[in-house]
């Protein structure tokens, strides 16, 4: 048995207001959890800014050669 079925079968034993609180403590652990894992490399990328001329990407042949230059 995996321990996701041991929990699913433990949770048939426990009775309606034990699971109230039992709700509290599994929310409360997966809060923590999020707080404490590290951040994904999609959420450092969503932080990275650029600051450029509006025609920038359309360009960028003539940024990198010189034949433009930003201002």
Do not use: H
């Amino acid at each position: 048995m995996t321990t996701k079925e041991l929990i699913v079968k433990e949770l048939g034993t426990i009775n309606e207001n034990d699971l109230s609180e039992l709700y509290r403590i599994i929310k409360s652990f997966m809060e923590s959890k999020r707080r404490a894992s590290p951040p994904s490399l999609m959420s450092k990328l969503k932080r990275i800014k650029i600051y450029a001329p509006t025609d920038f990407a359309t360009n960028l042949d003539l940024y990198m050669s010189g034949d433009k230059s930003v201002q």
